[in-house]
Each structure stands twice: as C-alpha cells, then as structure tokens.
C-alpha cells in the first residue's frame, strides 16, 4: 500500500504570493494533519481535520488555512507568504483520532520543501 | 502543557556499541510517548509508542525505548549501533484535544552519527 504522498516536492515562491499544498493520506485514513518544520527545529502542529471538519489548530496565523475532500486528501493553504514561511511542511495521517483510539499511530509523508525568496 | 525535552543535540557513536538518545517529557494526566526517526531529505518515520502497559517498548529496526515514570523519561536505545541509523532522532507526545483530535508536540531533536 502506498504511503502518505503529498506534492509538490519542491516550491519557490516569493514574498506576497500564495501557495496551496497537496497532501493524499493512506487508503482507509480519514484524519489528515499538517506541519511546518523550520530547519533545525522539530515539527510544530498547524491543523488537524477528520472527516472534512476542523479538530486541532495550532499557533499559526489566519495566513493559513486547510481543507479536507470527501475523498480524505487535502491542502494547505498559505497566502501573503513571508519569508519566514520557508520550511518543510509535513502531512500525516490516521485511521481515527486519538481521542476516540488513544493509541493510534500518525503516519507522516515525505513533506513538501518551500522557499520564499 | 505538555512538552518533552531532548538534551543532546548531537550523540556520537561507533558502530556497534550501544547507543541511547535521552528524553524527558512533561505531561498533565497520562503520558502518550512516541519517537520518530527523520532521514536528509525524508518525512518523520514512526519507530515506537508508549500509551499504557510494560515500561520496555519495542520498535522497528531493533530500537527500543524505556518508559520511566520517576524519572519524567522516555529514553531511545538500540544494543548495537548501525552506521544507517546515522539520523535525526525526535521524541514526541500526544495532546488530547477537547474536539476528540489530536496534536503531537515534538522535541527539538537530536541527530545521531554513528561512526564506522
């Protein structure tokens, strides 16, 4: 089975400009979660969404925004990009939320690398 | 608020000898403990989970961690190092949302270089 895929793997963008960032989560998952993960530092939490509704926000401003699909995929959505706005940002999946399967396990994609110039 | 701390930076080993990557954690109410593994160029790669049951877990590729609930630790070990678990190691912690989701709060990291 494959994975968590997210696309693109690659971005550049200007300051100003908007960007929307794909993520496909594993076949059955119906939790999708996003990070940003600024070099030498560990992954900070931005949103999580479980069957198409909004469960978790992190401390990131309303630049950013997410949806999920009836298909579970979704985006990442961040407009005025700054340049500190460049980083790594992961999607992960999971079967349930963990406030129903505590012990469920998030599985992470390879990431998209974005950089603001 | 929960948080876990990751001490070292950088552990240097050689390969085969035993290496261990140091994890204290604070959390209100139970502890769900996790440790991900993060190759150049790569996403976060699930190694093991603490949620409830014996202290000892273990994982993928021979890694295990000991849960210690004095000593606030949850410390990554492996008996014998391979030169290809040269990565960047994160020790993270599940927060439990009053929507039923979920965030995971992780460690700043620390980067393993075993040495032939």
């Known amino acids: 089975d494959a994975g968590v895929t997210q696309s693109p793997t690659h971005l550049i963008k200007t300051r100003g400009q908007h960007v929307t960032l794909r993520c496909s989560p594993i076949?059955?998952?119906?939790?999708v979660s996003w990070y940003q993960q600024v070099l030498g530092q560990g992954p900070q939490f931005i949103f999580q969404y479980y069957e198409k509704e909004e469960r978790g926000r992190g401390n990131f401003p309303d630049r950013f925004s997410a949806r999920q699909f009836p298909n579970y995929s979704s985006e990442l959505n961040v407009n005025a990009l700054l340049l500190g706005d460049s980083a790594l940002y992961l999607c992960?999946?999971?079967?349930?939320?963990?406030?129903?399967?505590?012990?469920?396990?998030?599985?992470f994609g390879p990431g998209t690398r974005l950089l603001v110039l | 608020a929960q948080s876990v701390a990751q001490p070292e930076d950088q552990v240097n080993v050689a390969e085969g000898n035993p290496l261990t990557v140091k994890c204290t954690y604070s959390v209100s109410g139970n502890p769900y403990l996790f440790w991900y593994v993060q190759y150049p160029n790569r996403g976060l790669q699930f190694l093991l989970k603490y949620i409830t049951g014996d202290n000892l877990v273990k994982g993928s590729y021979g890694f295990e961690a000991e849960f210690n609930k004095s000593q606030t630790s949850f410390h990554l070990k492996k008996p014998s190092a391979l030169v290809s678990d040269s990565a960047l190691y994160f020790c993270?912690?599940?927060?439990?949302?009053?929507?039923?989701?979920?965030?995971?709060?992780f460690g700043a990291g620390t980067r393993l270089f075993v040495k032939a």
């Open positions: 076949s059955g998952h119906k939790s």
């Open positions: 992960a999946s999971s079967l349930a939320l963990a406030g129903v399967v505590v012990e469920e396990t998030q599985y």
């Open positions: 993270a912690v599940r927060d439990i949302l009053d929507t039923g989701g979920f965030k995971t709060i």
